[in-house]
Nanobody, 123 residues
């Protein structure tokens, strides 16, 4: 599957952004999806994931209550609504498609990755 993420940008602390990830080349609705991020000098880390039908979601503790993952299978699009952004949220954000339909928090459970979109939060 090919994944194209968009929606990143430069915002101030407290602002909101919505990331989108459009999929093609694979049955989008069959597989779980996730968002990960990578800050300079750090490893890629889990942000949020959602099961194939959207009934199950998982969040990293650092974003719980501020970020919301969702998907529209009819539009083959994954979203990440990010509210109350903090400078520590600054990173390149990647969307990913999982091997299976169940949501996961592990990088190893995801088979396809988008190119990433930069989110920068200034204080």
């Amino acid at each position: 599957v090919q994944l194209q993420a968009s929606g990143g940008g430069l915002v101030q602390a407290g602002d909101s952004l919505r990331l989108s990830c459009v999929a093609s080349g694979r049955t989008f609705s069959t597989y779980a999806m996730g968002w990960f991020r990578q800050a300079p000098g750090k490893e890629r880390e889990f942000v949020a994931s959602i099961s194939w039908a959207g009934y199950s979601t998982y969040y990293a503790d650092s974003v719980k209550g501020r970020f919301t993952i969702s998907r529209d299978n009819a539009k083959i699009t994954l979203y990440l609504q990010m509210n109350s952004l903090k400078p520590e949220d600054t990173a390149v954000y990647y969307c990913a498609s999982a091997f299976r339909g169940t949501a996961s928090t592990q990088v190893a459970d995801f088979s396809s990755w988008g190119q990433g979109t930069q989110v920068t939060v200034s204080s």
